[in-house]
């Protein structure tokens, strides 16, 4: 059972930044983050595979930064320019496929979740 577990959550203005991270238990082909708010659906918001190729939802690009450090099992999330609308729970999550390493894909990939970490922006 693949283990993720997530940091770096908090609170932070608008407009400024707060960096996420998730250690895993071991390396998968694809990880990912998603993001939840209350009385919404999880969404995804990055994808990225063990060899670089990334996706991201169009409320993020230009904003966050997904990256990976394969020898320490860990990705990350660079948040900047942080908007109410971001305040979420994130999820980081996994799945051992390149097909489905896509935004509009990651779910039907079955892949592992962990427990998430909020982030809250106040204007």
């Known amino acids: 059972q693949l283990q993720l577990v997530e940091s770096g959550g908090g609170s932070a203005q608008a407009g400024g930044s707060l960096r996420l991270s998730c250690a895993a238990s071991d390396n998968s082909n694809c990880m990912a983050w998603f993001r939840q708010s209350p009385g919404n659906e999880r969404e995804g918001v990055a994808t990225m595979t063990t060899y670089g190729s990334t996706s991201y939802a169009d409320s993020v690009k230009g904003r966050f930064t997904i990256s990976r450090d394969n020898a320490k099992k860990t990705l990350y999330l660079e948040m900047n320019s942080l908007k109410p609308e971001d305040t979420a729970m994130y999820y980081c999550?996994?799945?051992?496929?390149?097909?489905?390493?896509?935004?509009?894909?990651?779910?039907?990939?079955?892949?592992?979740w962990g427990q998430g970490t909020q982030v809250t922006v106040s204007s």
């Open positions: 999550a996994a799945a051992n496929s390149y097909f489905y390493c896509s935004i509009g894909r990651f779910k039907t990939a079955n892949p592992y």
